[in-house]
């Protein structure tokens, strides 16, 4: 089935460790996403992509970073910089042409800072 | 920065009533607009989405939505809601010249009464 993959599920971590989320897709789409979604916040953007090698900062980059070697990869790090890590973050995709597109996204990754 | 602005955070309604959820955006230049939707414990939908031509648009389940490019504003609205609209909803903006950067707003929680 065409769609998008996102693991782990729930992550826990300590303080003071990077931890990378994966964010896979099977849709061929070019743009990618990674957002911050916290109760009463909305969602945030953190990173984004357009095309492959190319990723830029969004609202909230400080703490993580990104690659995307590969158009169906788009895998996040959380830093230890990061001061509030615990949070829901979910990975979207998008296809269409100059942001026609809808989002498509996965089911997202808990992580818990222990 | 840009940035998108939802009203409220949590309306509650009673069923038959009439709703209009305001989003509101701060970016000059040409934008894409779109509402989203998310029903407990499930994924964000699409409701419906803005390109260009007729500023009234037709979502799904009954959702209309009017882009007032003179107050950058995208409000939702449906005439008479349901119990099975309780969900938050969520405004988005792509922006043009940002390289496909799309942000969302705060969200708004809505509380349908049977």
């Known amino acids: 089935d065409g769609g998008i993959t996102q693991s782990p599920k729930y992550l826990f971590r300590k303080e003071g460790q990077n931890v990378t989320l994966s964010c896979e897709q099977n849709?061929?789409?070019?743009?990618m996403y990674w957002y911050r979604q916290d109760p009463g916040q909305g969602l945030r953007l953190i990173y984004y992509?357009?095309?492959?090698?190319?990723?830029q900062k969004g609202d909230i980059a400080e703490g993580y970073s990104v690659s995307r070697e590969k158009k169906e990869s788009f895998p996040l790090t959380v830093t230890s910089a990061q001061k509030n890590p615990t949070a829901f973050y979910l990975c979207?995709?998008?296809?269409?042409?100059?942001?026609?597109?809808?989002?498509?996204f996965g089911e997202g990754s808990r992580l818990t800072v222990l | 920065a840009q940035s998108v602005s939802q009203h409220n955070h949590h309306v509650i309604l009673s069923e038959a009533a009439s709703l209009e959820l305001g989003c509101n955006y701060s970016?000059?230049?040409?934008?894409?607009l779109f509402w989203y939707v998310q029903y407990p414990g499930q994924h964000l939908q699409l409701l419906l989405k803005?390109?260009?031509?007729?500023?009234l648009v037709k979502g799904i389940k009954g959702f209309e939505a009017e882009f007032i490019k003179s107050k950058f504003s995208f409000n939702l609205r449906k005439p008479s809601v349901q119990w099975s609209d309780t969900a938050e909803y969520f405004c988005?903006?792509?922006?043009?010249?940002?390289?496909?950067?799309?942000?969302f707003g705060q969200g708004t929680e809505l509380s349908v009464k049977p």
């Open positions: 979207a995709s998008r296809g269409g042409l100059a942001g026609t597109g809808e989002l498509f």
């Open positions: 849709l061929n789409h070019d743009a």
């Open positions: 992509s357009q095309i492959v090698n190319d990723f």
């Open positions: 970016y000059g230049g040409t934008v894409n």
């Open positions: 803005y390109f260009s031509g007729d500023p």
């Open positions: 988005a903006v792509f922006i043009y010249n940002q390289g496909g950067k799309l942000i």
